[in-house]
């Protein structure tokens, strides 16, 4: 059984803090969670990140966190994926891991006839030289949790005041950019088959929460 779940737009501090203590709470038969939400507008700069890399952060707050990379942006019209998984259970590593979830998103792309590629030097998923998804995760105990970060129709405004992900100049893209009509919602259903069969996770699989636009759900 995996647990899908639906948390709407959520405090980011509030959402790393129940990851964390779910994974520190966890065992071995535990079942694998994939948390789909939006945040309100922040920085988050992961364990490796440089404060030069905030050009003007301005009133949106920063918040620097326990991911691997520099910084990023997250804001409503995004879709966040957190996957919390056993990755011994699943026999992935975090390369693995990291490929599996970008390929899911090239997959989704496709949908439309458009290429999407993953970089090896710069994590991620871009369309021609513009970046789609950012990634950023931990590993504890053999879990993961942070994960995907997918422009839908999200402000890209804000980018401007950082360096994504510790690249100056780094030019974003977003779904609607490229003709593809989805909400956040919208999105997430339209990701979710490519990531189940892409991660390997078990089924059947369950919502929690409300998630909108789920078969079966009111």
Not at 34 to 53: D, I, S
Not at 187 to 197: C, F, H, I, K, N
Request: charged share 25%; aromatic share 6%; with cysteine.
């Amino acid at each position: 059984m995996t647990v899908l779940r639906w948390l709407g737009r959520t405090d980011y501090e509030a959402t790393w803090a129940a990851m964390r203590a779910l994974t520190e709470a966890r065992n071995e038969s535990s079942p694998d969670e994939l948390w789909f939400l939006e945040h309100p507008p922040v920085f988050t700069l992961g364990m490796a990140g440089r404060r030069e890399h905030l050009l003007a952060a301005g009133d949106i707050p920063v918040v620097a966190t326990d991911r691997g990379g520099q910084v990023t942006y997250h804001g409503p019209g995004q879709l966040v994926v957190y996957p919390l998984l056993d990755l011994r259970r699943l026999g992935l590593g975090v390369r693995a891991l990291v490929e599996r979830l970008e390929r899911s998103v090239c997959r989704l792309v496709a949908e439309s006839g458009l290429e999407a590629s993953a970089r090896r030097d710069a994590p991620g998923v871009y369309v021609g030289e513009r970046k789609l998804a950012s990634l950023g995760l931990r590993v504890r105990r053999g879990c993961s949790y942070h994960g995907l970060a997918l422009n839908v129709d999200l402000d890209l405004a804000p980018f401007a005041r950082i360096n994504p992900c510790g690249y100056a100049g780094l030019a974003m893209t977003r779904l609607v950019d490229l003709g593809i009509d989805l909400d956040v919602p919208g999105a997430a259903l339209r990701l979710l088959p490519y990531l189940v069969e892409e991660l390997g996770v078990a089924g059947p699989c369950r919502w929690e929460g409300d998630p909108p636009l789920i078969p079966g759900n009111p």
